[in-house]
């Protein structure tokens, strides 16, 4: 659940305030972060706000208080939040809290403990700044690869952010040598450095909204880093069709971890198998690009948690006894996030592969299917899918005969020059105008955040809102139900017809 989920939860159920700790080995660390409600200038829902004297909302208006809690909150130490407990009476606190607080006596009140809660902020309106850097395409200027990563952080951001800036310095070092070599890319390059991401992504979505145009017809993938390094091992995440570019690279970098072993090989050791978690989640800055406007996107991290997110121990002292001594893992997130970059900018033939797509849409459909135990209908989805693999085979055959091809003649281009405008534009066949059930902002049908907080299914959130709201209300609406499985059903055939590319 999210800091924001909770503090919204806590307000349903009657609380006036919300004191929150994490839990860890880092009992004296606060875990800073925003609580607002979706992503972008809350000012400015729909549209870029960077141009001077733009369109804004008020403050007070509906739909901006909408984004935020009605209550304050504030975050603690595990350290303050043991004291006030100690401090408590009635029932003990429940078994889950026990290990992570190492004392089983703590209560949860009520009182006779009263606590004055007292909260100073500013409220103002601030000027942010994106930061970019540009590589031209040498034959297809106007397809763009951009890699992104957040430079703002809520304290001295050793992980969260700069390991990943560091990563995003050390990838544009690597081609500024080889652009000395003669190199020019294929299709243009572009770094992106976000500013405001600890407050909901703002810097990354105000721009995505405001050339979301030209990022709709030219964007061939984003490749988002955040925290490059949190600790050991491999934890890729992004969208199916990119699973075997990402596979195959892992093949050709040694793991930072192991002597003569490749990243590869520790990965799918630690996972027993190949492990690729999808984008559902708002966390990063991939969001607006895949959940808005449709574009592939990758998120890439080394280590999964770590014990001092957002806190004043997420320092360089931290890094260097903890995350990563020797900076190994570093230069391994900067090798696979170049070549990742490399591959998609120059290959004649962009390497994605749908039939992975399907393979997943296939998975998620079953899932929900014996889930929900046949009181709907998932045959349109199912229908679908099945025309998307038919479509993805013949894709991987036209693409296998034009990699075939010996000289390319001025026909031989434009084929390639087609076929990769279908691989590119593929996913936007996802995105509703209508948006999510429940958050129209959220396009994409697949992967998106769901609008009930304590929902466990990530994917399909349109359908995972409509279950969600049929138990909430102990109302079974089939017929909502029903309706999102449709539009699913429809986003998937629209994709397989744009990979088809001729009309109905």
Sequence with gaps: MSRGGAVKGAELRGAVAVLMYTEGEYVKGVERGTVMKGVGDPLSPGWGSVM?????????????EERFPKIPSLPI?????????????????????????????????????????TYQGEEKNAKIHDVFAVIRGSEEPDRYVLLGNHRDAWTFGAVDPNSGTAALLDVARRYAFLMRLGWRPRRTII????????????????WVEENIMN??????????????????GLFPSMTPQLDDLLTDITKKIEDPDAADKTIFDQWTARNKGINIQRLSGVDSDFAPFLQH?????????????????????????WMLNHGDPLFHRHAAVAGLWGLLALRLADDPILPFNYHSYAMQLQEYTSVLSNKLEGRVSFTPISTSIKNLFAVAQEVEEEAKNLRAEGVSSDLEVLKKRMLNDRLMLAERGFLDVEGQLGN???KHLVYGPSN?????????????????????????????????????????????????????
Excluded at 96 to 107: I, T, V
Excluded at 192 to 206: I, K, L, Q, R
Excluded at 473 to 495: L, P
């Design 293 to 317: 406007v449709g574009v592939p996107s990758v998120d890439i991290y080394y280590g999964t948690d770590f014990p001092v997110y957002h806190t004043a121990f997420d320092s360089y002292d």
């Design 77 to 117: 130490s595990v350290e303050t939040a043991e004291g006030i407990l100690r401090s408590l009476e009635g029932p003990q606190v429940p078994l889950e809290w026990r290990d992570a607080l190492k004392n089983s006596n703590l209560r949860v009140g009520p009182g006779p403990t009263v606590l004055n809660f």
């Design 52 to 64: 001077e004297g733009g369109e804004r909302l008020g403050r007070n208006e509906k739909e901006v």
């Design 440 to 442: 129209q902002w959220f």
């Design 452 to 504: 009930h907080y304590d929902s466990k299914v990530d994917f399909f959130p349109s359908i995972a809102n409509a279950i969600s709201q049929s138990t909430q209300t102990k109302r079974e609406n089939q017929a909502t139900i029903q309706h999102e499985i449709w539009r699913v059903a429809r986003a998937i055939q629209r994709v397989a017809n744009a990979l088809k590319g001729d009309l109905s």
């Design 191 to 206: 770094f992106c450095s976000w500013d405001a991401e600890e407050f909901g992504m703002v810097g990354s979505t105000e």
């Design 215 to 232: 990022l709709g017809s030219r964007a061939v993938a984003y490749l988002n880093v955040d925290c490059a390094v949190q600790g050991p």
